[in-house]
Nanobody, 114 residues
């Protein structure tokens, strides 16, 4: 019902920045939007979440102060701005939309390496 397409991943050096985008195929006005990531050999973990109106935001401790989640509902888009990237931030980043149902994107790969 809702397709999510992530973009913006790539290879970046430690200390660099990336901005991920997640574009939905329909309105996400009522959805809680989140970003998850999965490193090789590890389970998928929550990185950041934002409420439907943007008033409530949560970050994993590991990214707090470095990452910023935001949403632009008129464009059906959620963003994840990542600064001061570390090698441990490497992984596939997935967009998630949740209301009564949950939808996932296919992910965009982020590699932080020298």
């Amino acid at each position: 019902q809702v397709q999510l397409v992530e973009s913006g991943g790539g290879l970046v050096q430690p200390g660099g920045s990336l901005r991920l985008s997640c574009v939905a195929s329909k309105t996400i006005t009522g959805y809680v939007m989140s970003w998850y990531r999965q490193a090789p050999g590890k389970e998928r973990e929550l990185v950041a979440g934002i409420s439907n109106a943007g008033g409530t935001i949560h970050y994993a401790d590991s990214v707090k102060g470095r990452f910023t989640i935001s949403r632009e509902n008129v464009k059906n888009t959620v963003y994840l701005s990542m600064n001061s990237l570390k090698p441990e931030d490497t992984g596939v980043y997935y967009c998630n939309a949740r209301l009564s149902d949950t939808f996932w994107g296919q992910g965009t790969r982020v590699t932080v390496s020298s």
